[in-house]
Each structure stands twice: as C-alpha cells, then as structure tokens.
C-alpha cells in the first residue's frame, strides 16, 4: 500500500495560541517564506475559532521573526482605515473600532480583537510600525456608504455631499439589498451618477485612498445593480497599491480567495490574478480540516440573499479532497510544505473543502503549503453578530412600507 506523501513533510504544530512563547515549531515557515513579499493565509471555512487562532499566531511570528509590516484582510478598504488609526495608537474602544472596522462580521471575533491589540501593543513598543489594510469593497460588499463617508471626509466639502451620502447609505449588510431593490430608479440612477461623480473628484483631487474608497463604491454600485461581482479584481488591485507603501505584507482571507485557481463561478480568484505579477514573491498557505461545527449562511430568493444563519456539521472530506489526505496524518495540528511532495504522488486529489461543499482544484497549484486542523469549532461572537443582523433585517423587512423606498 502506498504511503501517504503529506506524513513525509508534515511538521507537528504543539499549540493554536498566539501568546505562546515558544515558536520553534514554527521554524519550518522560515524556509517556506524565504524572501518573499506577500504571504496569504487562507480558511476553509469563515467564522472558525481554530482558524482565527492560526493566523493570528502565524501573523505574529511572521511580524515578529521575519519583519513583515502589514495585515491585510478580506475586509472593506474604507472601514479599515479606522482600525490602521487604533493599532498606530489612535483613540476608540476596541471593540466599537473591530466592530466598525473589520466588515462582514469579522470584528465581533474574539481573537480577531486580540490580535489587533497586539499590534497596538507592539507599535507602541516598536519604531518598526506594523498596520492594518482592508482589501475588499465596502460595506460587506452590500453598502457603499461607508466608502463615500470615508471619501468624502477626505476631501473639501460641497453643497451637494450631504444628499449622495443619505442616497449611498444603504444600512446594514443584510438589509441593504433589499434597501437598494427598494429605491425608485430615478433615486438609483441618482446614486449611481453621484458616486461617478466623486470618483472623478477625488481622482483629481491628488489623494489616492479618498481615490480608492470612490472606486469601491462605484464598483459596489455597479455589483448592486446585478453586474458582475469585481471582488476578485478590486481585492488583487488593493494589494498591488499597498505593495508599494508596505515591503512585506500578510494576506489574510478565505481558501477560495488565496488560491491560484477559479473561484466557483469560474473567475480567477485573488491568488491567480495575483501570481504572474508576483511570481516567487508571493507564499500561499491554504486550510484544511476534517471534522467540527461551522456557521453556515443559507439563501433564498432571487437573486439570493442570507435568509438564515445555523451550525452545521461538515461532512467527512471525500478521499479524493487533499483534507483526506492532511488527516491521514497522525497529527491534529500540523503543517506539509507542498513544494516538497511531487505533484504526481498528490495528482489523486482534486478538491479542497470549502465550508460545507468542496471547491475543485489542484492542490499542488493553488497552494504552497497547507495547515491542517483536524476539528472546528465555531467562533460563536461571529455567529451571534451574524444571527443578530439577520434578525434585524428580517424585523426591518416585516416592519417596512411596502411603498417606502427605504
């Protein structure tokens, strides 16, 4: 019987915990990172105590040992500026900035806000700054409200700023499709003439984050107006900007997004948009996982929109998953640097687990390296932020006037 080509690169990991001291267990990310720009950390699966846990204790040794400068996240570009402020040593309440900051409910994490104390902790103690990026478009790829207030603040005011910001506020995530569904086409096509509008002036204006949080929003409007989603594109441009204010940065988002393959609609992902412009500068390290609850969102509707968030049991990865294969390793926790297993003795597996479903792909491709843990559990600030906002949009909905446009 063949043996399985992860248990001849696997490195034992002995905990999750950023604060552990000890990091030699870590050492084996020093070969794999080399000289490298750009390191992504991927999650089979968003809203996952162990995941959050990893990356942020990977994020620190990253920092800490090989001096990278930046986090980036799968987070809003606009809402992220907010939190940069905090982590460089500005005033507010950390879990009021997480909350405001971090997008798609992120910021309700425990360990997302731990993390981010770190980093304050550590700037305040350090001349070698560390910051924080969003990439993403606005809003939770809902709203583009806040990338015209963040605009909008940064450039010198006009008569007409106070009614596109009352158009481009479209409230919460899960209530602001239904809000933009609801506007009168004279109110849309408003909207959308005002956010053109100010990309042009903040294009003028010589200020190139009031520039990108106009784009962002211009982009969402178009996303909203059921146009192509430019996530992927937007996301891979926000990085290459902030390559060149930051020497080595750490990316933090989904598998789907980090990988160098399609996403699940067929459109190059962040990683693949990503790879021929940054070659070997860029280390990606994908996920897996074998058993555990995660948050699941469920659907409905036409287009769909989140109805329902529940714990769900993952199904058992399929032999032919590369989580099989990870957890066909003795260890619960550990890391296999993929560059060291021939692509032919891992050819058999052609899928990764993507929260509950699977994402197809080649391993050997999509990733550098994989981190496994073996169980999940749900990170339950994230699910109770979600199950709220939810909640209220469903109320909000049962509560509106069908003839009111918000």
């Keep these: 019987m063949p043996t399985n080509p992860i248990r001849d690169v696997a490195v034992p990991l002995h905990t999750l915990d950023p604060a552990e001291p ?33 990356k942020d204790r990977v994020l620190r040794f990253l920092v800490s040992e090989l001096g990278f400068s930046a986090l980036v996240m799968e987070s809003g570009f606009p809402e992220g500026l907010a939190v940069n402020d905090w982590v460089l040593g500005g005033a507010g309440d950390l879990e009021r900035i ?38 993403d478009i606005p809003g939770s790829c809902a709203n583009p409200g806040p990338a015209v207030e963040a605009c909008l603040a940064r450039l010198a005011p006009r008569p007409q700023d106070q009614a596109l910001r009352a158009l481009a506020d479209l409230g919460e995530r899960f209530q602001a499709h239904a809000r933009y569904r609801a506007m009168t086409p004279g109110d849309r096509a408003r909207l959308s003439h005002g ?47 902030i390559l060149d204010r930051e020497e080595r940065i750490v990316i933090s988002a989904h598998n789907g997004h980090v990988q160098r393959g399609l996403t699940p609609i067929g ?72 560059r060291r297993v021939p692509p032919e003795r891992i050819a058999a597996a052609t899928a990764i687990c993507a929260q509950t479903l699977m994402l197809d792909l ?45």
């Design 22 to 54: 000890d990091v030699s267990d870590l050492a084996a990310l020093r070969d794999l990172v080399g000289n490298a720009r750009v390191v992504c950390l991927g999650e089979s699966a968003h809203g996952v105590s162990e995941f959050c846990r990893i």
């Design 98 to 135: 997480a909350e405001a900051g971090i997008t798609y409910g992120f910021g309700a994490c425990a360990q997302m806000r731990a993390g981010l104390q770190w980093m304050r902790d550590r700037n305040a103690q350090h001349e070698s700054k560390v910051r924080f990026y969003g990439m």
């Design 267 to 338: 459109a190059p992902a962040l990683g693949r948009i990503l790879a021929p412009v940054l070659g070997d500068d860029m280390v990606v390290i994908g996920t897996t996982r074998a058993c555990g609850e995660i948050p699941e969102l469920h659907f409905e509707g036409e287009p769909p929109r989140p109805s329902s968030i529940s714990l769900e049991e993952v199904p058992p990865p399929p032999p032919h998953t590369i989580d099989a294969l990870m957890d066909a390793v003795d260890f619960p926790l550990h890391l296999a640097n993929l």
């Design 195 to 241: 956010i053109a509008e100010l990309v042009e002036r903040a294009g003028t204006s010589g200020d190139d984050i009031a520039y990108r949080c106009a784009l962002g929003a211009q982009l969402l409007d178009g996303h909203l107006g059921e146009g192509h989603n430019p996530r992927e594109e937007l996301m891979a441009d926000t990085v290459r900007w």
């Design 362 to 406: 080649d391993p050997s491709r999509a990733f550098d390296a994989l981190v496994h843990v073996r169980r999940l559990t749900p990170a339950p600030e994230i699910f109770e932020s979600l199950q709220d906002s939810i909640a209220r949009a469903t109320e909000n909905a049962g509560n509106q006037d069908p003839s009111s446009p918000c």
